[in-house]
């Protein structure tokens, strides 16, 4: 059964599911008044080599690697792992000795730009935030359970949590990030009670408008983990399909876990949305030895990136995935997705 807590149009289109959806995709663009999506570099990330085990050492090596390969790396993008805790954005883990903005700078020095993941809307229940301001949590919301830790979501109508989502956003831009990949964003949108009064999606479309004006209009600002349709007209890219895994599909007793298999389903029916809604992201390219069927993954990447970037060891690269690496490596096109080839 599927319900609507407001007025519902109807529409419908020959020609088949493709051609309908992007009829329909084009409509709420226009509706939208969205514009043209600029082309996004190619980038790294540290998530699928290293996932919370990152170390500030690591980045290090594969910002020489890029350079030594001559590898076509414009954004070096720190994932889960720098943080102590998940809301404590602005304090580091045991594994990043010094401070970020040294290593923003040593990242800009090579010529490239820095990104940086949050999960900006999650509070874990070890964290500082929990502990010191349980008032700017959204009471009764149930954030899920991740990280051996309970979560929380932000109630960014609280004065006070709203001021201190700015305050993180506009202290990681003033440390030389210039690329948000915000993640977990559903949690903005959870019902529950808020300090004013407010509706799940209007609290998180108000949420990311915030981060929006703290990093200002030039930084890229990639969803993910987010609700679809709330938010269109908000970010400039998007993740499109559940992560990724080495393995093209979960084993036996692993299920829900990260594979190939679901992002490529997942990000083949959304591929309508790229160049309308955002640039459509297919998630990380992983092409070292040992992963299943990388061919098969290199190939989705190739299709229906969108956004482009490299989540390897690149000292673990053999010649196969170092070529396919520097081969994929390019900027997202600026063309929506031709749906006719799906048919």
Known sequence: MIS?????????????????????????????????????????????QYFTDVREED????????????LPVSIVQIDDGYQAEIGDWLDRSARFPRPLKELTSRIQSDGRRAGIWTAPLLVGARSKLAADHPDWLVGEADAGHNWNQSLAAL????????????????????WGFDYFKVDFMYAGALSGRRHSEATGVDAYRRA???????????????????????????????????????????RDGDLGMPSQRSAVHTGRARAFQHA??????????????????????AGHVERFGGLRASSDRLESLDEWGLETTRRLLRASPTEPFDLSSLA
Do not use: K
């Open 4 to 48: 609507a807590d407001g007025e519902v149009e109807e529409a419908s289109h020959e020609g088949g599911l493709w051609p309908a959806l992007e009829v329909w995709a084009d409509d709420l663009a226009r509706r939208a008044r969205l514009g043209s999506f600029p082309s996004q570099p190619p980038g790294w990330c540290t998530w699928y």
């Open 208 to 250: 990311v408008h915030l981060i929006r004006d703290a990093i200002g209009p030039r930084a890229t600002l990639l969803g993910c983990g987010a609700p679809i349709l709330p938010s269109v007209g908000l970010y400039d890219a998007m993740r499109v399909s559940p992560d990724v895994g080495p393995l093209y599909e979960p």
């Open 276 to 297: 309308r809604f955002w640039v459509n992201d297919p998630d990380c390219l992983i092409v070292r030895p040992g992963v299943e069927r990388r061919e098969e993954w």
């Open 59 to 70: 980045v290090l090596e594969n910002l020489a690697a890029m350079a030594r390969l001559n």
């Open 155 to 174: 109630d960014v109508t609280h004065p006070d949590a709203a001021e201190h989502l700015l305050h993180v956003f506009g202290t990681l831009a003033d």
